[in-house]
């Protein structure tokens, strides 16, 4: 009987230790975690609008993919996506929309999408271009050869984008 418990206690022991130190590095680490991802999403709103301020919603207007919206002092809105292209979550990417709700603007927070592939979405400029000046969700786009998933992967974030946009465009420029 003794042998039996013994090697149970002894796990169960080590599983205990190994989640307080998980815990314990979680919390040490999150604060850190959460400063540059603020950081790097002040970098992405500068790299798409210039220097501006903005504000941040609390709402994702009940769409699961957005994970932020920030609305400038000039009317201008950046929606912040994470969607699946080939990988899950693989596209995270900011989408600029301009006061008379045209898109104005792409910039990509992550990509972790198969090199040389995937990412020719970002590579390839004419892809993202095509992009610009769209108001309405359900365009037709051309495609990255290669890369289909990844292109059908931003396209769906440029039409969640416009139709949150257009389905919610007072409440979220009212703030």
Request: hydrophobic share 40%.
């Amino acid at each position: 009987m003794k042998d039996k418990v013994k090697p149970t206690l002894v796990l169960t022991v080590i599983c205990v230790i190994a989640a307080l130190l998980l815990v314990l590095a979680y919390e040490a680490t999150a604060d850190s975690i959460s400063a540059q991802r603020e950081e790097k999403f002040s970098e992405s709103i500068e790299a798409l609008f210039g220097d501006c301020g903005y504000t941040l919603l609390d709402d994702n207007f009940g769409s699961d993919e957005i994970e932020s919206i920030a609305v400038t002092d000039d009317n201008k809105t950046a929606f912040q996506l994470c969607v699946d292209g080939y990988s899950k979550d693989g596209i995270e990417v900011l989408i600029g929309i301009d006061e008379s709700g045209e898109i104005c603007g792409i910039e990509f927070v992550s990509l972790g999408e198969t090199p040389g592939l995937g990412t020719k979405v970002r590579d390839e400029e004419s892809f993202c271009q095509q992009f610009i000046g769209a108001s309405e969700a359900g365009g037709e786009y051309d495609t990255v050869t290669g890369a289909t998933y990844s292109s059908k992967g931003m396209i769906h974030a440029i039409d969640t984008a416009l139709a949150v946009y257009n389905e919610n465009k007072e409440a979220i420029l009212n703030g």
